[in-house]
């Protein structure tokens, strides 16, 4: 490459500043340096909240198998009041921000959703919503301006991508430590409700740091599919790999403007287990951390996905721009039969294209093993996000902020939740007999706001607009857990080396030159040794001696 | 010739409403403009945003490393080859969108019935409004795999071509984007331009027996030649700029070996990873450049007699 900087600056007649440059810049510089390190959570027992269980006089219809939690079916006939007297006392705006996926919700001016909760927090909340797909982008470019508001939401996975998380934190957060440390915490009663595996995640050098939003489904990933859309077809849900693959050429006809998938290569990795602890690794038979990069499972999984794009099965405009819907090209549209995404797309999909279409219906695909024996799905049971306060806003305004995260953590069962969930009655929901039904300007105001600053003892539903999906999700996350991988860094926080972090996205992207079809697979290797080269080996030592420190 | 010199307080006096008028502007060029620029010395750093009390703190306490986030720079081949990609793209622009909003102008200049045109601007100048996302899910939706075009083939029984995901065409694809978006805006300035020409000289021209093309060639292109040199250089100091949102969105359709520039690339390896003093290193580099650019062509356009961006 040195020889194109060359012509470059000699097309500028500047190749004497080019010879002269190297030593020159060589002479008098120093190149950056950073690193990652490694906390072992166990050792902060003694910082984290005590639990205490809040006397609820409801139960769950089914059990999930831990850690799924359990679920209800039935909106509980008679509400409680969880919170007693306005969390709010100062009257001062609060500013947060949260993801969202799908359109923003309309701000505070136009929103009868967050007017009507801000009246019941008794002091504003004034939400900047981010699209939850370029959030990380967004929360760096916030971080690096120290320009935070008074409540920051930060999704788990981000943080990964985040380079010197733990020095942002202590530079520009408050420490809750003293707030609910032990017995402090029953104060805040909701919070104290929280299982306390959640708090330990919200520690960062020797403190806790942030209020965790506690995950209620322990699976990143799942494979939905139209089982409407299927049925019409005369098939049914795939079995296997190979019964999916099949049925994915079947389903797929262009001039009947449908095809089989959105963009599914993390499923189509599960199904070849492919490590998935701490983002990709796994331990050795020797004990020596191993990425999937390095796995013949991904290179396997590779070629499948290659060959799903090369044989044309996803929806073309997935395949030409970032700009594209895929949720409503397969909720709506019906182009796409079989789309990957969070476990929390399924709920919302359904209850807001059902009202269209009533005939939908859409299903998880189970998990299966492309390669014999028992499948495996990836483990993602650590916090969907943390709430940060601002530092600096002093000893009230702290306990003030903490009280509304306790309003807003209320769980099922409470008035708090109902209007958290449901907004207002007869604006946002109606209420049936099964329990509180959705409008649409439901669909178009509430977008998980409160909830991404805050958390709960995790249960799931009931959701009185899509009457089945409490026991279809438990149906499936019951059967998926047994094959949960286990993760041989569970209970270590692991920040990853700057270097690993800054080459991840370029690794991916060759990656995905691969599978599109523009590299030869025989360029897997060159890729492999470029990432070792690029921060992989570092990423290898420092989990490594994480293991070692910790004596496992 | 050496006019009489205007004691300040009388020029005060004379012009202070002028003063006030641009004292805005002025305002708006110092906080965004200029302050900024003292920015750049996070490209010397070891930049730590979370050092000291402040980002002013932050500056102070960073760690100074001289050139060394350049030398990782040069040394990086995804940096040269984003540049590479960035200047083809540029040339590539300026010979085929240049020409082409001076050519629209004068074919609108011709028109005589001024609803007609009135009418044609606006159509044209619409695009220029659009988001990028839009831009591409409008070609998405005409010329993709599920477009328009191609479903038209699949019925005709043809085998759709392949226009929104091949790296080797992706050039022409982001040129024809943007000239979809941005052609009638560039007509604006060749129009006014146009407008300020002579009508004299066309008939005088005419009635000595000059043609349609020999009007064209000594009177209209002349008169338009000040105006084509000077956004001619302007677009030249800007040769590393050639967009961004464009390439982003279809980063994945093409893959980064066709689609990085040096915007997507200070994007991807110092905005998204939070290495700001290297992403500032880049950026200083795309300013110098930018500014030999503009200073070679300015004197380029001094020799040839036209009077540039600034007279000598």
Do not use: D
């Given at each position: 490459m040195t020889a194109s900087r060359r012509t470059f600056l000699g097309l500028l007649g500047l190749s004497a500043a080019a010879t002269a440059g190297g030593p020159l810049l060589a002479g008098c510089s120093e190149k950056p340096t950073a690193s990652g390190g490694a906390e072992n959570l166990d050792k902060f027992a003694n910082l984290l909240p005590a639990r205490k269980e809040l006397a609820l006089n409801i139960s769950p219809d089914i059990a999930g198998t831990p850690p799924v939690p359990s679920g209800y079916t039935k909106y509980p006939s008679t509400l409680i009041d969880a919170i007693t007297g306005k969390p709010g006392t100062s009257g001062k705006e609060i500013t947060a921000m949260t993801p969202v996926w799908g359109p923003a919700p309309p701000g505070i001016g136009q929103s009868a959703y967050l007017q009507a909760v801000n009246a019941e927090l008794g002091v504003p909340v004034n939400f900047t919503t981010q699209d939850g797909n370029t959030y990380a982008d967004k929360l760096n470019a916030m971080l690096g301006a120290r320009d935070v508001p008074e409540l920051l939401c930060v999704p788990g996975w981000e943080i990964a991508k985040i380079p010197r998380f733990s020095e942002a934190v202590k530079a520009l957060f408050e420490d809750l430590t003293d707030h609910l440390k032990g017995d402090a915490v029953n104060a805040y009663p909701m919070l104290a409700s929280y299982p306390t595996a959640s708090w330990?995640?919200?520690?960062?050098n020797e403190r806790l740091m942030a209020v965790p939003n506690p995950s209620d489904g322990p699976f990143p990933w799942a494979l939905f599919t139209r089982k409407d859309l299927l049925e019409a077809r005369g098939l049914a849900i795939p079995k296997s790999l190979d019964e999916l693959l099949t049925m994915a050429k079947q389903v797929t006809d262009p001039a009947k403007n449908a095809w089989a998938f959105d963009d599914v290569f993390p499923m189509i990795q599960i199904y070849h287990k492919v490590p998935g602890s701490k983002f990709g690794w796994r331990l050795k038979a020797d004990k020596t951390p191993e990425f999937k990069y390095e796995t013949p499972e991904y290179r396997q999984a590779l070629e499948v996905m290659a060959k799903i794009y090369k044989d044309g099965l996803v929806h073309p405009d997935i395949v030409a721009s970032k700009g594209a819907d895929a949720g409503l090209l397969f909720?709506?549209?019906?182009?796409?039969v079989f789309k990957q995404a969070g476990v929390g797309f399924w709920q919302g999909a359904q209850a807001e294209h059902q009202k269209v279409n009533p005939k939908l219906n859409i299903q998880p695909v189970p998990v299966f093993s492309a390669t014999g024996g028992d499948p495996l799905m990836w483990r993602a049971d650590e916090p969907i996000s943390f709430t940060f306060i601002k530092k600096g806003a002093g000893k009230e305004r702290v306990e003030e902020l903490l009280r509304v995260i306790n309003w807003c953590s209320a769980p099922v069962g409470s008035q708090e939740a109902l209007l958290r969930e449901y907004?207002?009655?007869g604006k946002h929901h109606t209420m049936t007999p099964n329990g509180p039904v959705k409008t649409d300007l439901a669909f178009k105001e509430i977008a998980n706001q409160y909830f991404f600053i805050s958390g709960r003892n995790p249960t799931i539903g009931p959701f009185p607009d899509t009457p089945n999906y409490v026991r279809d999700l438990l149906g499936w996350s019951n059967e998926t857990v047994k094959y949960l991988e286990a993760d041989p860094w569970e209970g270590l926080k692991v920040e990853m080396p700057d270097k690993f972090k800054a080459f991840a996205v370029p690794a991916e992207e060759k990656f995905t030159d691969v599978l599109r079809g523009r590299r030869p697979m025989s360029d897997v290797d060159s890729i492999v040794a470029e990432w070792k080269a690029n921060g992989g080996e570092e990423a290898r030592d420092l989990l490594a001696k994480a293991l070692s420190e910790a004596g496992r | 010739m050496k006019r009489p010199r205007i004691p300040f307080r009388v020029r005060l006096q004379r012009d202070w409403q002028l003063l006030v008028m641009v004292a805005p502007g002025f305002l708006i060029l110092l906080v965004f403009s200029y302050v900024p620029i003292a920015g750049n010395v996070i490209a010397f750093q070891d930049y730590n945003p979370y050092l000291g009390d402040n980002p002013l703190e932050a500056f102070l306490h960073s760690e100074w490393i001289g050139f060394g986030q350049f030398q990782l720079l040069f040394e990086d081949p995804a940096f040269w080859h984003a540049l590479r990609n960035t200047l083809t793209i540029t040339a590539f622009q300026l010979v085929f969108f240049f020409p082409l909003p001076i050519l629209l102008a004068i074919l609108l200049h011709s028109l005589l019935s001024s609803r007609v045109r009135g009418f044609i601007q606006t159509v044209v100048y619409l695009p220029h409004f659009f988001s990028w996302v839009l831009v591409i899910t409008f070609f998405v939706q005409m010329l993709g795999g599920a477009g328009l075009l191609a479903q038209t083939m699949r019925e005709a029984d043809l085998q759709p071509w392949?226009?929104?995901?091949?790296p080797d065409t992706f050039i022409l694809l982001v040129t024809a984007e943007a000239v979809w978006k941005d052609i009638g805006w560039g007509t604006i300035v060749f129009l006014a331009a146009l407008s300020t020409i002579d009508q004299n000289l066309y008939e005088a021209a005419a009635a000595d027996g000059a043609g349609r093309w020999r009007r064209l060639w000594h009177i209209t292109l002349p008169g338009l030649r000040p105006v084509i040199v000077l956004l001619l250089i302007l677009r030249l100091g800007d040769a590393?700029?050639?967009?961004f949102e464009q390439f982003i969105l279809q980063r994945d359709a093409v893959g980064r070996e066709a689609s990085e520039v040096l915007d997507t690339f200070v994007y991807y390896f110092s905005i998204a990873t939070g290495n700001y003093g290297y992403g500032a290193a880049a950026g200083l580099f795309k300013a110098a450049i930018g500014l030999c650019l503009i200073l070679a062509a300015n004197k380029v356009a001094h020799r040839l007699g036209e009077q540039g961006i600034y007279a000598k």
């Open positions: 330990r995640h919200a520690v960062w909720a709506q549209a019906g182009s796409i907004g207002v009655e | 392949n226009i929104m995901t091949n590393l700029s050639v967009g």
